[in-house]
């Protein structure tokens, strides 16, 4: 993770890494399948099993650690060396979403982007590193276990006037909105099965701007993105087209 100076910018945007830059459901398809060919499907259930357990623990996912879970009840399997392999080494930058980099690109046109995400501190950064984020924004890369209640820390590393914050989940949204108010615009990306499932939508106030996928950010002209400029959505037209 890196700082920035002490300068302020006007606005730094924020983006969220699991289904709003990257599928990260296709990739957990992928595991799945791999998982049920490997060691057949009892052994896939109970890793997800634990993989649950442990989310419920800790408040963010943790493939590597469920499968360190998993493997003190299967001591004698040696495949499960090679699993660790499969997850560190997966073609991650295969998974990005069609323009999530052209979205990054274009974002940058208008302020500092970051990555802001949520993680364990080994594979979630190899994800970022391995997909090409982690040099689509400089280096600028911060990764939480609840990184809604991480914002102080945010504003000392990439002080703003404002922030945009791009996310596929109403909750963090709904939270970081919160907290800094009419400083944050956010964008609400509708991709993954968070971001579909209607009693999730339903639970959290409407974002300030709500888009079908990522590579529609690159249609607007982000400048126009202030806090309380009213609801905007994939259709519309008008001033906020990029030209």
């Not at 052209?102 to 974002?107: E, G, M, P, R």
Request: glycine content about 6%; proline content about 4%; aromatic content about 10%.
């Amino acid at each position: 993770m890196e700082a920035t100076g002490t300068s302020a910018s006007d606005t730094v945007f924020l983006f969220d890494v699991d289904n709003t830059l990257l599928d990260n459901d296709a990739v957990r398809a992928d595991l799945h399948e791999h998982l049920g060919r490997e060691f057949g499907s009892e052994a896939c259930d109970r890793y997800w099993a634990l993989f649950e357990e442990l989310r419920a623990e800790l408040g963010y996912a943790d493939y590597l650690g469920a499968l360190q879970r998993y493997r003190r009840e299967a001591m004698t399997e040696p495949r499960l060396l090679l699993m660790s392999s499969y997850l560190v080494d997966y073609p991650f930058a295969e998974r990005l979403y069609p323009d999530a980099l052209t979205a990054l690109i274009h974002a940058r046109r208008f302020g500092p982007t970051a990555i802001l995400s949520d993680g364990d501190v080994v594979f979630q950064p190899r994800k970022v590193q391995r997909s090409g984020l982690w040099g689509a924004v400089d280096g600028r890369v911060l990764i939480y276990i609840h990184k809604e209640q991480m914002l102080a820390d945010v504003e000392r590393r990439y002080p703003a006037r404002r922030y945009v914050m791009i996310d596929d989940k109403l909750r963090i949204l709904a939270a970081m909105k919160q907290s800094w108010g009419e400083r944050l615009t956010t964008v609400f990306v509708r991709q993954g099965h968070y971001a579909l499932d209607p009693k999730n939508v339903a639970a959290y106030p409407a974002a300030d701007v709500t888009l079908d996928r990522i590579s529609h950010l690159i249609d607007y002209d982000l400048s126009a993105w202030r806090p309380s400029a009213g609801r905007r959505d994939a259709s519309s037209t008008g001033k906020d087209r990029a030209q």
